[in-house]
């Protein structure tokens, strides 16, 4: 197994000092360094001048990659040109992770001007688009949701584009088996990496595919500092966006995303208890007083370095690459520096 860093944007470091750990952390035994995307800035710039910051200590420097872009930012043809490019430009040492973001809501389809759509549909169409042209092809093909002919990069390109998808539920992980290179597991405990391991590897040999050829990868986030409270509120600040994100009183859409992800892992009472404190106008600082402990600490790591290093080895277990994603417990490079010391390979 091999440990990867996950850095984003919440962590309160400068430029300067977001490629500094970069180099820092490749240095420490780290072989990858993973960037999340949303719209506030553009994932693949920074992946590429992540990269460059560690081949200044590495020959060649560590592989870097997207956990994940969201599908309805960038289109299929858009996705395979800059990560093409980006693959050249590493000489082979870039993954790009796709997820469907919140396509499943629909509120979040309505802001984006989209019909009601399938996802997996949706997410199927990505794929295969952009596998088809990363690998040298031209594309004629007509999905459900998208149609593209006669396309093409049109500069062929020698080295690889891993493709990893996003998946938690056992539909999307299926797909994943079946058309991606790897799977991008989020906010996952022991047993559900587990669980979501046995549904690849029957799906990949359903369609004759060595399960092995289908890396398992999953950000495991970690919060350190010696005021544990502080490392706690921080790191369930960085949760809660995700276990309720979901203010639709529609019970088969809080069973998509990562709501019914939380739930399959039991925690259904609890986040109904939080449901409840949040539309009876709850603040967030309430919100993290009452979110369980032992929820935040099954799928993740908050309190003093030494209890780190064997709680994120027991969550990695299973994994082709533990990525370790910072939480800052507070706005300084030191928060971040002591993660990637205390985690480090």
């Known amino acids: 197994m091999e440990y990867g860093i996950g850095l984003d944007t919440t962590l309160g470091i400068s430029y300067e000092q977001d490629l500094y750990i ?12 993973w960037t999340p995307e949303s719209s506030a800035y553009d994932s693949f710039v920074v992946c590429l001048e992540r990269w460059k910051s560690s081949k200044l200590s590495i020959n060649g420097g560590v592989t870097t990659g997207i956990a994940v872009s969201p599908v309805n930012l960038r289109s299929p043809f ?6 093409s490019t980006i693959s050249k430009r590493t000489k082979g040492n870039f993954i790009l992770g796709i997820g469907s973001g919140g396509v499943y809501r629909e509120a979040t389809r309505n802001s984006l001007g989209f019909q009601k759509v399938s996802v997996l549909s949706l997410m199927t169409d990505y794929l295969t688009i952009i596998r088809q042209l990363v690998n040298n092809q031209i594309v004629n093909y007509q999905g459900d949701t998208i149609k593209l002919l006669n396309s093409t990069l049109g500069e062929y390109n020698e080295y690889p584009t891993p493709i990893y998808l996003a998946a938690l539920g056992p539909n999307m992980l299926a797909l994943g088996a079946k058309l991606s290179d790897g799977i991008a597991l989020n906010w996952c405990s022991t047993d559900q990496v587990i669980w ?4 690849v590897r029957k799906s990949a040999e359903n369609f004759n595919r060595d399960p092995a050829e289908v890396k398992i990868i999953q950000y495991i986030r970690v919060c350190i500092d010696d005021d544990i409270e502080l490392a706690r509120r921080a790191f ?3 949760m809660l966006g995700y276990a309720l994100n979901s203010t639709s009183t529609k019970t088969s859409e809080k069973r998509l995303g990562y709501r019914g992800h939380f739930e399959r892992m039991g925690f259904a009472q609890e986040l109904n208890k939080l449901d409840k404190l949040k539309l009876n106008g709850a603040t967030e600082e309430k919100l993290i007083d009452e979110f369980p402990n032992d929820l935040a600490l099954k799928v993740g790591y908050f309190g003093k370095a030494e209890g780190a290093v064997s709680h994120v080895r027991k969550l990695a277990v299973g994994l082709d690459t533990a990525i370790v994603r910072v939480v800052s417990a507070r706005p300084d490079i030191d928060s971040t520096k002591i993660v990637v010391d205390t985690c480090k390979p």
């Open 236 to 238: 369930i600040r960085s």
């Open 22 to 33: 970069s180099k820092y952390a490749s240095e420490l035994g780290y072989t990858s360094i």
């Open 78 to 83: 858009a996705l395979a040109m800059t990560a």
């Open 196 to 199: 979501s391991k046995e549904i």
